[in-house]
C-alpha cells in the first residue's frame, strides 16, 4: 500500500525567509503533483512532476523530484503573505491507464506572517 | 469554459436517507474521479472512471455507487447515509495521457453533513 508523508504538517515563516516542505513516499512511483489549497476552496494545480531530477519553478516555488529517494520538494523562496495556504503532494497510486489514481498526503499548512 | 462542476455545494443530510452528487465536465475528458477530504487529512479516492461505462473502486469506496453513462457526467450516489460519511467530497477530471502526467482538474467540492 502507497503511503505518502509530508513534512512539516504545519509551518509558520516569515515574510522574505526561504524554507523546504518535503513529501516521502513508499513505492516506486515516477509522477507526482503538488497541488495548493486555500480555506473553503477547490485544489488548485502546482506542479507535475514526471520523472528522476526533474524540477519545476513557478515564480517563487519551486518542486522537485528524486524518484531513487522518493522524495519531493518544495523549496518557497523569500515567502509572501499571498503564499499562505495548504500544500499537498499526491503520487499515481498504480494507475493502469494514466493519472487515474492519486494517494494524496496529508498537506502542509503554511502561514507566511508579515 | 466551466471546467469541473460540481452540484450541490451544500447538503445536511439525515442518516439513512440517500442523495446523488452530480459531477459534469465540459473538457472531453477521460478520466474522473471522486475523492473525500476530513480534516487533518489528505484526499482520499473513492471510486474511478476510466471512460464511458467503466468504472472502479478505490482506497474508500464502501457506501458508495457510481456509474459512468457519458463521458461529461459521474455522479456519486450515498446509498444509506451514515455521519461516517460527512466530509467534503472533490470531484476530479483528466485527459488519458499514460505516461504524460496530464492535469488534474478538481471540482469546487461539496460539503456534505450527515445527522
Known amino acids: 500500500e502507497l503511503k505518502v508523508e509530508q513534512n512539516p504538517l504545519f509551518l509558520s515563516m516569515q515574510e522574505g525567509k526561504n524554507y523546504t516542505i518535503y513529501c516521502n513516499y513508499s513505492t516506486t512511483s515516477d509522477r507526482l503533483y503538488w497541488y495548493r489549497q486555500d480555506p473553503g476552496k477547490s485544489l488548485e494545480s502546482l506542479f507535475v512532476?514526471?520523472?528522476?531530477?526533474a524540477v519545476k519553478q513557478e515564480g517563487r516555488l519551486m518542486a522537485s523530484l528524486d524518484t531513487k529517494a522518493r522524495l519531493s520538494t518544495l523549496h518557497i523562496t523569500a515567502a509572501v503573505h499571498d503564499l499562505s495556504a495548504t500544500y499537498f503532494c499526491a503520487v499515481d497510486a498504480g494507475s493502469n491507464f494514466g493519472n487515474e489514481k492519486l494517494t494524496f498526503g496529508t498537506g502542509t499548512r503554511l502561514t507566511i506572517i508579515p | 469554459n466551466a471546467g469541473v462542476t460540481q452540484t450541490p455545494k451544500f447538503q445536511v443530510l439525515k442518516t439513512g436517507q440517500s442523495m446523488t452528487l452530480q459531477c459534469a465536465q465540459d473538457m472531453n475528458h477521460e478520466y474522473m474521479s471522486w475523492y473525500r477530504q476530513d480534516p487533518g487529512m489528505g484526499l482520499r479516492l473513492i471510486h474511478y472512471?476510466?471512460?464511458?461505462?467503466?468504472?472502479d473502486q478505490g482506497e474508500v469506496p464502501n457506501g458508495y455507487n457510481v456509474s459512468r453513462s457519458t463521458t461529461e457526467d459521474f455522479p456519486l450516489r450515498l446509498l444509506s447515509a451514515a455521519p461516517s460519511q460527512t466530509s467534503v467530497y472533490f470531484c476530479a477530471s483528466s485527459r488519458a495521457g499514460g505516461s504524460s502526467g496530464n492535469t488534474i482538474y478538481f471540482g469546487e467540492g461539496s460539503w456534505l453533513t450527515v445527522v
Open positions: 472512471s476510466v471512460g464511458a461505462g467503466i468504472t
Open positions: 512532476l514526471l520523472s528522476n531530477g
